[in-house]
């Protein structure tokens, strides 16, 4: 068995979508925003970061884990994010809010942020739907 083939994975290319048409360039067409995957050690911080404890009912000090869905799919897709760079205070600004995770809620309608997650999930290699993604992070 040779191992070495491990050492040496396909390198991904990172994906360009058209997160809204209403961003659009010089030349009038919408400008593509450019997204990547990230690795399982990311996703668990991401994951770990939107997890709290919450007491079970009726059983006292007894406790379960809840991950905050819509946290961390936002937190997902800020992280995955590589153009328009999220982080960038002037566009921040711009926007009249603090933080990647408000400023990309802010730029999108609803439609446009539920189908960029959307993208931003199917290239990490989720094929789950959300609840599935819920009920796993909770096990």
Sequence with gaps: MDLTVFLNPIKEE????????RFVGAD??????EIKTISAEEDEALRKSCTRKVQVPGKKGQFTQEIDANKY????????????????AELQNGYG????DS??????HSGEYT??????????GFDSSVD????????
């Design 14 to 21: 990172n994906k360009r979508v058209v997160a809204s048409k």
């Design 103 to 108: 400023l990309l809620k802010k730029m999108l």
């Design 132 to 139: 599935e993604l819920v009920e796993e992070a909770k096990n």
């Design 73 to 88: 799919l936002g937190l997902l897709a800020v992280s995955c994010t590589v153009y328009p760079n999220l982080n960038d």
């Design 115 to 124: 189908a960029f997650l959307a993208e931003v999930q199917e290239l990490n």
């Design 28 to 33: 009038g067409k919408p400008v593509e925003w």
């Design 97 to 100: 809010v603090m933080g990647a």
